[in-house]
């Protein structure tokens, strides 16, 4: 097996083989090119307002694909329900033909018969050069293709729980922020910190501002290691 087979295995992106570890990926492909600020804004927003791992990033020939590598294979269900919250949320001006789901995609390199043009994994820093020709002109070299892969690494089951309650709570007009005097928070506090523990051992708060005070609190606990 060489370095491009193990990253593809490693991130369960290889069809030869069944994906290491139970693991899975989605594949989200956009069929235009000229979408591309579009991939951009949501390969951003997957990271910073999903607290997820970068996906991998493609060209095949007629556009973009967003791999993301779950770490533990879930119900087709649930993989629909997290590509769904995705388009729901930062697709939603782009129509439906403009974009496939595949849950059993074939992951480049490969050749585009009979176009003598290549898919490849590329930088999504470099995304943008794509824009009008997303394809590569010769085969790309298999050892740059797997050092792309190897600074990701797959959702595991938390990330991937988080990600689709935030997406819920931002796209249902029903969510609304728990009012402070609904918690049983017995203050007053005389520090941040107090409070935050407060709120992340209160059942009523619910999970996503729990697990926002966690993330708060983590300095406070990494000090006192």
Not at 97 to 116: C, G, K, N
Request: hydrophobic share 50%; aromatic share 8%; charged share 25%.
């Amino acid at each position: 097996m060489d370095k491009l087979d193990a990253e593809l295995r490693r991130l369960h992106l290889s069809p030869a083989e069944p994906p290491a570890s139970g693991g899975q990926a989605l594949c989200l492909g956009f069929r235009r090119a000229a979408d591309w600020e579009s991939v951009a804004a949501l390969w951003h927003a997957a990271q910073a307002e999903l607290d997820l791992p970068a996906p991998a990033m493609s060209i095949d020939g007629e556009g973009y694909r967003l791999w993301f590598s779950l770490a533990e294979r879930v119900a087709d269900e649930t993989a629909r329900r997290f590509i769904d919250g995705l388009i729901r949320r930062y697709l939603a001006e782009l129509p439906d033909a403009r974009l496939h789901i595949d849950f059993a995609a074939s992951p480049p390199p490969a050749e585009l018969i009979p176009d003598e043009r290549w898919a490849a994994f590329i930088d999504p820093g470099l995304g943008s050069m794509f824009a009008a020709e997303p394809w590569l002109d010769m085969a790309p070299n298999r050892n740059q293709q797997a050092d792309l892969l190897a600074a990701l690494r797959s959702i595991r089951p938390a990330e991937l729980s988080y990600a689709l309650d935030r997406m819920l709570a931002q796209t249902s007009p029903a969510a609304a922020p728990v009012a402070l005097e609904t918690l049983s928070l017995s203050g007053p506090f005389t520090h941040p910190r107090d409070f935050l523990l407060a709120v992340m051992n209160d059942p009523q708060a619910g999970s996503l501002a729990r697990i926002e005070a966690a993330k708060a609190l983590l300095p406070y606990f990494e000090k006192a290691r």
